[in-house]
C-alpha cells in the first residue's frame, strides 16, 4: 500500500485553518451587521420618542390655549380665529404626527395609527381641545407609545436573531469542546 506524502498533512492543516478563519470571519461580519441594525433601532426608538413627545406637548399646548383664549374671547366665531392665530403651531402638530406615521409600520402598530387619527379628529374642531375625550386619547398614545418603546428597547437589547443564533452556537460549541477535552484528559 502506498504512503501519502508528508506534505499532505500541510495542505491539510492549511485547509482547516482556511476554513476556520473563513467561519469566524462570517460569524464577524454578521455580528456587525447585527449590531448596526440594533444603533440603527436604537436611533429610530429616540426619534420617535421625541416625535411622540413633541407631538403630545404642542397637543397640550394647543390645549391650554383654546382654554385661556375661549375664556377671553369675543369673538363671533372664536373656533376660527383660535386656528388662525395658532396656525403656525397647527403646522407644527401636523409635521410630528406625519413623522409619527412615517415611523410606523402600518401592521404592526396598527392601534397608534388609530389614536392618532382619532386626536386629529379632535384637535381639528378646537371646541373639542377642552375635552375629557382629548385627554382620554392623549393618555392612551402615550400609554401606547411607551409600550411600543419598552417592547422595541427589549428587542435592542436582546439583539438580532442571527447574533442571538451565533451567541447560542457559540456557547454550545465551547461547552461540548469543553467535554471532550476533559473526556480526552481523563479517558
Not at 440594533?38 to 397637543?59: C, K, N, P, T, Y
Not at 371646541?127 to 392623549?138: G, H, I, P, Q, R
Not at 402615550?142 to 452556537?169: C, I, M, T
Amino acid at each position: 500500500m502506498d504512503t501519502l506524502p508528508q506534505t499532505i498533512y500541510i495542505a491539510i492543516g492549511v485547509i482547516a485553518a482556511a476554513l476556520i478563519s473563513g467561519f469566524w470571519s462570517l460569524i464577524s461580519f454578521i455580528i456587525a451587521k447585527d449590531q448596526k441594525i440594533s444603533e440603527f433601532r436604537q436611533a429610530w426608538i429616540d426619534s420617535l420618542r421625541r416625535e411622540v413627545s413633541g407631538f403630545l406637548g404642542q397637543l397640550q399646548a394647543l390645549s391650554a390655549s383654546w382654554l385661556c383664549f375661549s375664556k377671553t374671547s369675543t369673538s363671533r366665531d372664536p373656533g376660527k380665529e383660535f386656528i388662525e392665530n395658532n396656525l403656525d403651531r397647527f403646522v407644527q402638530i401636523e409635521d410630528h404626527k406625519t413623522s409619527i406615521f412615517l415611523r410606523l409600520n402600518p401592521k404592526e402598530h396598527q392601534d397608534i395609527i388609530s389614536e392618532l387619527e382619532e386626536l386629529e379628529e379632535i384637535y381639528v374642531n378646537p371646541k373639542t381641545l377642552a375635552s375629557s375625550e382629548f385627554d382620554s386619547v392623549c393618555s392612551k398614545l402615550k400609554g401606547l407609545s411607551q409600550k411600543l418603546l419598552k417592547n422595541e428597547w427589549e428587542r435592542v437589547k436582546r439583539g438580532e436573531r442571527s447574533f442571538r443564533y451565533f451567541r447560542n452556537a457559540s456557547f454550545a460549541v465551547v461547552v461540548f469542546a469543553g467535554i471532550g477535552f476533559l473526556y480526552r484528559l481523563y479517558a
